[in-house]
C-alpha cells in the first residue's frame, strides 16, 4: 500500500474500463499509457512485461485488451509496485498480471531468480525516461519517471533484448525530437523498425514517436502514417478516440 504521506486518486481509463489508484504527486499516467499498450500486437497465449511499469496503466491496458495474455510489470518503487500490484487485483486481472519490484538496470540473474529467464518473453513494451536531467523535479517518483543519466535508454534496451525471444517484439513511446537516439540504440539488437509519429492536431509537428521492433530481425526500417490526436477545435480524432477511449488496437505494421 501506498504510505500515508503519499495520498492517491482513483482515475478511471479506457473511458472506465479500467479503474487505477496513483499518488497525486510525482509522475501520473496519460494518453502515453494508452497509446503504448495499443501499439502491442500481442496475443492469447502470449508472454508480454512492461519495464518501468509505475502503477501498471500500460501493462493493464494491454490485459484488458487482449484475453489470455500474460503480464508481468517490473516497477522499481516498491510503493508503485504495490499499487500496481492493488491495481491488477481492482480490476480483476490478478490471474494474468503479475507485478516484480525491480530496476530494469538490475543484473540478467536477479529476473531470473523472479521467473523472465532469458530469451523467454514475446513482448516488451516501456515508456523509458526521456529527459536529460536539467532542472529536475524535487519529487523523486516525477523525476525518477522522467529525467534519466546518459545511458538510461541503451540499458532499457538491452534488458528488453536479453528477455524477448529471437524475433521477440519490443514496443516503446519516446519523444520524437529524439529519435535519432531511439534509431541507434535499437540498431545492434532489434530490425525491422516501425516508426509511428504521433501529432497533436494537423499541421502541428509530431510530439511522439511510437516505434515497434523485432529481436534479430534483418527487416528494414519502415515510416508509417502518423497518428492525429485532435483536429483544429481540438476535439479528438475519430482514430484517438476508438484507441483512448474504446481500447482499440493501433497497427504498428506497413500495410
Known sequence: MAAAADPTSEDALLGG???L?????????????VLLAAATPARKGEHAIELGAGVGAAGLALARR???????????????????????ARNELAERVRVVCLDVAAPL????????????CDHALMNPPF???????????????HAAPPGTLARWID?????????????????????????????PGFGAIAILPVYPKPDAAAIRVLISAAK??????????????????????AQSDAILRDGAALVLTAR
Open 17 to 19: 474500463k479500467l479503474t
Open 21 to 33: 489508484r496513483q499518488p497525486l504527486r510525482g509522475h501520473r499516467f496519460g494518453h502515453d499509457a
Open 66 to 88: 487482449v484475453e489470455g495474455l500474460a503480464v508481468t510489470l517490473i516497477e522499481l518503487d516498491p510503493n508503485l509496485a504495490a499499487l500496481a500490484r492493488e491495481n491488477a
Open 109 to 120: 540473474a536477479q529476473f531470473a531468480d523472479a521467473g523472465l529467464a532469458p530469451d523467454s
Open 131 to 145: 529527459n536529460a536531467p536539467h532542472n529536475p523535479s524535487p519529487d523523486q517518483a516525477r523525476r525518477l519517471a
Open 159 to 187: 534488458t528488453a533484448a536479453r528477455l524477448l525471444r529471437p524475433q521477440g517484439v519490443l514496443t516503446l513511446i519516446w519523444r520524437a525530437d529524439g529519435l535519432a537516439d531511439l534509431v541507434a540504440a535499437l540498431a
Open 216 to 237: 534479430t530481425s534483418n527487416a528494414p526500417l519502415s515510416l508509417l502514417p502518423g497518428l492525429v490526436l485532435a483536429d483544429r477545435d481540438h476535439k479528438p480524432s
